[in-house]
């Protein structure tokens, strides 16, 4: 996306904001119709490293949004659209796009000594105990099963690098492990179901 | 002596139920038996008497450690050394959530109270498993915990049942049906305040620590009022004036390794770090009604692996902690780890228990299985230390300081003893832990406060190459010697617990539920639960039959196979 169209969006979503506050729900409605652009009107994102955002978790999306407006998150298009955002409004969005279903992308398995690789590297940080089981997460951690595959590399090259700064236990934690071992994560991820 | 009480709850009990139905039948064409009601007998309201009786208690298991002194010992011996080897599942009830089970079952009167992953509570009817009621607590958006979504269970006090939730909540519910009472916020989540140890209700408070220790938070220990959910005290669990003494070794002598000067000069230029510096409480306290005092462990510092923003001994992390009752006023405190750079904190249940001390005089101690692998052994009266155990894992290079690249040290990050509750033979004078050895690297990295994210300074990670497996030991606390220890395949988390009947019963990740000959270790039965029995067991009598209950959920945090099942199992 470019910078004007994210202006373009700014100008949509402030005359949006400034609606009489009449009707919550129709009010979230227009403010997620903004969102459709680039996370997809049936939540199938439009770009691979763009993130699935439809059934994702409801504090996750919440804490990105927050993290995003006070810039602990650094994005050219997400910031400004959050900092337009007030808590209440993150709030909602959050409840909205949580309590849509999650498409699912059927992201091919990767092959076994991939798995292998994915394996050993999450035994020894034991993912699960945030990702949880079938790596659904819960509230404020983030479901990765079934994520876009390009976005998941992306993501957990860029907690390594520090470029995505609002996590440091990520940081610290990717940081043990090379680029096949994020390779192999984001592929064995992507294709949990 | 349970039996003869009991007898005598169903005479007044039978009383009871007739005078109802006598007053019925003034109003009634004819004559009704009285069929709704509780189920065995309706002495269901748990009096104060009762809880300060619950050591002596061979019918309920009113606690999750069993009593204010967290022996964790069962008082009837109806399962023994000599039968146990005929134990068989009784019933099996399967909760609606598959994820980790730290719950230890309480039983009050048949009724058994068990809680799940999320917040949910049941009440089941304790001889066939059958579902009284369920509450699921309605969470809030924003729940920030480490190592799983547990709950430990629940606190029974009065007519009512108290639980701690994951989005900081005290919450009340009838006992008899399980609709909510009251609920009080404890702290904010969005800062990292979570709930996952059970309560402990007496004298009409409701105590609960905090967990987000790894969150910087700022720890407590809250009071709040049983019948309104008001808080009547705080005690903040990190100290104003953290930097305490400059220890430069921990509570067995060793090395920390510290920059003593670079810690001071920080201190005196960013000030005392006592607002975020963590401090967790992870287990229930221990109450001594005879001087009214508690006792309860303080977890790490936040961030758990760098050191750099919290210059000082970092008090209270770390340390056996004892405050007033009534006050919350502090008493006394002793510190195992200043100023800890390996999350080697203090997460286990403190058990109250009389013990020798270095001159053979008898007085009252305070116990805690610690994460470094020792049994500490204080004294109730100062918290002074009186002696620590043998190592019950392999020790190795401690304390050598995280690095960027990863220093291996043992025990790892896990412990030693996590929070898994410990138990005690009265008789024996032994204390039974289950220990962890995995072997790890430690990271450090630093970065600022991520406002409600997890904030450990570093990493922690296993060494895949390296051999895990788990202990259960037998520790004589009046001389620190391991008595007996027998090694599992796999780290062990969950807890344990002892009887009078001569065993000790504790769980694993694989799914074997195991009882050992509590003097000597042999292993006497056993049964494969289909998921980790990685949850405290508890036992309980009714209608004169005895039963021990545990949960079968898996683990979380260990990642052992997750199920869904409450298992009793009693004799034929």
Known sequence: ?193 | MGTLRRALMAAATTAGAAALTIGGLAGSAGAQEVTTGILWGNMNTVTQDLLNRAADDGNNFLMTHGNYHQTRFYPNRQINTLNVRHLHPAWIFQTDVMESMETAPVVINGVMYVTTSFDHVYALNARTGEQIWEYKHKMGPITTYCCGPNNRGVAAYGDMIYVGTLDSKLVALEAKTGKLVWQSQIADPELGYSETMAPTAVDGKILIGTTGGEYGIRGFVKAFDAKTGKLLWTFNTTAENSQGVWATTDATGRDLHRDIAAEKAAYAKNGDPYKTLGGGVWQNPSVDLATRRIYFVVGNPSPDLDGAPRPGDNLYTDSLVSVDLDTGKYVCHFQYVPHDLWDMDAVSATVLVDVKDKDGNVVPGVLHGEKTGHIYVNSRKDCSLIRFSEAMVPQENMWTLPTKEGARMLPGANGGVEWSPMATDPNLGLVYAVNLHQPMNYFVESAPYPSGKLWLGGAFKTIPTEEQWGNVTAVDYNTGKIRWQVKTQQPMIGGIMATAGGLVFTGEGNGLFKAYDSATGAELWRFQAGAGVNAPPSSYTVDGKQYVVVAAGGNTQMDYKRGNNVIAFTLP
């Open chain 1, 1 to 193: 996306m470019t910078l004007p169209r994210a202006s373009l969006i700014l100008v949509v979503l402030g005359s949006m904001l400034a609606a009489p506050a009449t009707g919550r729900a129709d009010d979230v409605e227009q403010k997620a119709a903004i969102c459709v652009a680039c996370h997809g009107d049936k939540g199938v994102p439009i770009n691979p490293n763009i993130p699935i955002i439809w059934g994702q978790n409801e504090g996750y999306i919440y804490l990105e949004l927050r993290d995003l407006k006070l810039g602990n998150r650094k994005s050219d298009v997400m910031g400004p659209i959050a900092a337009t955002l007030e808590k209440q409004d993150m709030i909602d969005l959050a409840a909205y796009f949580a309590a849509k279903p999650w498409p699912e992308l059927e992201q091919p398995s990767p092959p076994r000594d991939v798995v292998k690789r994915a394996e050993q590297a999450i035994n020894a940080a034991v993912c699960q105990s945030c990702h949880l089981d079938h790596w659904q997460g819960n509230s404020t951690t983030p479901r990765v099963g079934g994520q876009q595959h390009e976005y998941l590399r992306a993501t957990m090259a860029a907690f390594r690098d520090g470029t995505r700064a609002n996590n440091p236990w990520m940081t610290a934690l990717l940081k043990t492990y090379s680029d096949q071992d994020i390779d192999a994560l984001a592929a064995y991820l992507a294709a949990a179901q």
